[in-house]
């Protein structure tokens, strides 16, 4: 079954508490991205990638990193959470970049979602 | 102003009721546009995609698109209760990512 699968799907954690959100696809889909999604304010992308080892900031980067060093494998990193981190964070895959215009699918797949709770 | 505005709901309906959901923007250049279905504890899946004005149909769903007012709309006839989740628009200018909507929380009363 084509999937986007995330782990863990809930966390409660304490400021300061390094912690990884896993995320992994088996479409083979070069794009991935995170989004974190708040009551109110949509959601909003935290990075992305376009292929193996090629990463960039989206909106909202601050406190978080991330890395792709296999295809299938987009883990997102926050080495020092805050309680302003506290959301419902996404991973996505799409086969190519969900650009508007360039006359492929923009479909992009979103896991199940982490729901992150810092205190 | 924000970019996409949405109502956020919930709207509440009967099933079997034709429900309209709407979606604002303050760009007048966008004109790439798609619909999002989000159910509980799920994450979003694409609806529907439309690209500049007009309407598109695919079964009960319908997208409409209207430039001019910076408005675009779904309407879903003969609602169902598995109807019943979080709507998001995401609308696009050429050669940039999509812009998502906060979402309008929809519930379909059996």
């Known amino acids: 079954e084509a999937q986007v699968t995330q782990n863990p799907r809930y966390l409660i954690t304490v400021t300061g508490k390094k912690l990884t959100v896993t995320c992994s696809q088996n479409?083979?889909?070069?794009?991935m991205s995170w989004y974190r999604q708040d009551p109110g304010l949509g959601l909003r992308q935290i990075y992305y990638s376009m292929n193996v080892e090629v990463t960039d900031k989206g909106d909202v980067p601050e406190g978080y990193k991330v890395s792709r060093k296999e295809k299938r494998n987009f883990p997102l990193i926050l080495e020092s959470p805050s309680p302003n981190q506290t959301s419902l964070y996404f991973c996505?895959?799409?086969?190519?970049?969900?650009?508007?215009?360039?006359?492929?699918?923009?479909?992009?797949?979103f896991g199940p979602g982490t729901r992150l709770t810092v205190t | 102003q924000k970019e996409v505005e949405q109502d956020p709901g919930p709207l509440s309906v009967p099933e079997g009721a034709i429900v309209s959901l709407n979606c604002t923007y303050s760009n007048s250049a966008f004109q790439y546009f798609m619909w999002y279905r989000q159910y509980s504890r799920k994450g979003p899946e694409l609806l529907m995609y439309?690209?500049?004005?007009g309407n598109k149909e695919d079964g009960r769903f319908t997208a409409q698109v209207d430039k001019s007012s910076k408005y675009i709309s779904l309407f879903i006839r003969d609602s169902q209760p598995s109807d019943s989740a979080t709507y998001l628009c995401a609308i696009g200018l050429y050669g940039q990512n999509f812009v998502f909507g906060p979402g309008t929380r929809l519930s379909v009363l059996p």
């Open positions: 996505a895959s799409s086969l190519k970049a969900p650009v508007a215009g360039l006359g492929y699918s923009y479909e992009q797949y």
């Open positions: 439309t690209y500049s004005s």
């Open positions: 479409m083979n889909h070069e794009y």
